[in-house]
């Protein structure tokens, strides 16, 4: 047990300088596509069925807004996990284990999607960091029952982010091209614990692929019927320009939704950013050298792999891209879920962990060296060389996301629901159930609630026991974002309450509640509809029973 703490201490410290803040303050935390409430839906049909169905037990031994704190340093600990798994298959000192590890945590892209609370994509970011870590281990060493449990770190990439599927397949790519010729693993050995590794994928991924083969999934139908070309349009990497995607890919950046400005983009906080990933790329250009000397196969991979997460993440913003983006698109179904491209940055990080731990060994070894044992006074000052070295590339490390660090720099703070919610909830599930529907509004599907701090997507369906009516559509103007079923809401909302949708067979909705949120004064024709009857009107909620 004390070797297990002497060892981990520093990665958990590492998570807590993120997430410490977060356990002084009581309540939720609100991100804009993070959103958790009293009340948590189990549909066998989605992908977080697994990981939900853990959560509701947790609930009810724990109170449910610390399980989510605990959730995000799970998270957290994944990634940082994860990078050690790569980092250890170069290097040997503890502490420089850790300063590569950290490479993998503080990066833009996990702040850029922790910051806008896509959560799910970071929890597979860090299994995928699992993944390639024993597949590089499987590559120096094949043994079968390591390469079949990978099985266990794609399939909860998967399960967590569906679109991951294609990211371990490329990790396995990579496997495979550079085993083929190992008569250690070669294929006669390969194919084994590559079929119980895939059957692993398919147990954890069970429930919603069933539900996607039977018509059950609503995911899978809008992948298939609903995202179009536009949607690669909307969810664009960002940047000025072509060339400016580039580069913010190659720094690791460029996720789409540093452009609502839900939270502050490391560009507008800091001028000189990108200058602490300019200092590492040298070493990373170095593990490149080194690697094609003493890891030729390998090496050669990861810069295949640098090179092509690079070209699919820019995407449709430049030509070649653009092209190999639409091929894709077009002629492989499933690559229609991955409408943001800029997910790729995961797989580039990846690669940049395998080669940064290179470039550190070799400088280590080089500029660094401990001395021999009976030069005391040598080792010493080896020692002490190497210490300095080390907290200064951990320091640069860190500053390439330094918003992360306490909270994401106070950005995020935890925040309960307002005490009208619940008196709200209770007038209408008494008993703590409801089989009445309720449609909420304002119709929006992201808005701004003064009591969560920040724009967030709707969470009455996570607070509600009743069944709500929300908005789905994300109002972006491509028209593949507002579903169907929003059309008699539209409708009835256009002519302000002159359809029959509240009473229409399959609506049967039995209240109408308004959020004093955003633009809520444009509903106030709500108290002229004749069908509706107010019934309480609070600071922050106004709620209409439907008269029947």
Known sequence: MKSIFKTYWPYALAVLAITLPWFFHRGFIFLTDFVWGPIMHLRWQESWFIPKVIIK??????????????????????????????????????????????????????????????????????????????????????????????????????????????????????????????????????????????????????????????????????????????????????????????????????????????????????????????????????????????????????????????????????????????????????????????????????????????????????????????????RRGGAASRAIITVLLAAVIILQAPLLIWGLHGQVRPHEYPQEWYAADTLLAPNGTCDKRVLFLPWHQYMGFKWAGTVIANPASSFFHCQMIASADMEWGTGTLSPSSDLPVNLWLQSKGNTRYLHVAGAEVSYVMLAKEVDWQKYKWLDDVPDLKLVTDSAVLRIYAVKQ
């Open 57 to 378: 037990a947790l609930d009810l031994v724990l109170p449910l807004p610390f399980v989510q704190k605990v959730f995000v340093c799970a998270i957290l600990w994944t990634v940082v996990i994860g990078g050690k798994r790569i980092a250890e298959r170069y290097l040997t000192g503890r502490w420089q284990i850790f300063v590569a590890a950290l490479f993998a945590l503080y990066n833009p892209f996990v702040y850029d999607r922790l910051g806008y609370g896509q959560v799910g994509v970071v929890f597979a970011y860090g299994f995928l960091l699992l993944l390639a870590g024993d597949l590089i281990a499987c590559v120096e060493k094949f043994e079968a029952r390591r390469f079949a449990l990978t099985g266990i770190w794609a399939g909860l990439a998967i399960l967590f982010a569906p679109q991951f599927v294609f990211f371990c397949g490329v990790l396995y790519l990579l496997f495979l091209v550079t085993s083929i010729r190992n008569p250690e693993s070669g294929i006669r050995r390969i194919w084994k614990p590559l079929l119980i590794a895939a059957g692993i994928v398919l147990i954890l991924n069970a429930n919603w692929l069933i539900a996607a083969s039977v018509g059950q999934s609503k995911t899978a139908d809008v992948v298939s019927s609903q995202i179009t070309r536009a949607d690669l349009a909307a969810f664009q990497t960002a940047g000025k320009t072509g060339w400016d995607a580039l580069g913010n890919v190659v720094f690791m950046s460029g996720f789409w939704g540093k452009e609502q400005l839900r939270y502050t983009d490391l560009k507008s906080f800091d001028s000189t950013w990108g200058r602490s990933f300019l200092v590492l790329l040298p070493i990373i250009v170095w593990g490149i050298v080194v690697g094609l000397k003493k890891r030729r196969a390998l090496t050669v991979g990861f810069l295949a792999t640098v090179i092509v997460s690079i070209i699919l993440a820019v995407g449709v913003r430049m030509p070649i891209a653009r092209d190999i983006t639409y091929w894709l698109f077009d002629h492989f179904p499933l690559y229609k879920g991955l409408r943001e491209t800029q997910k790729w940055v995961a797989v580039l990080v990846v690669a940049y962990s395998s080669l940064l731990a290179i470039g550190l060994a070799e400088l280590f070894k080089k500029f660094f060296p401990i001395p021999h044992p009976t030069l005391s006074y040598l």
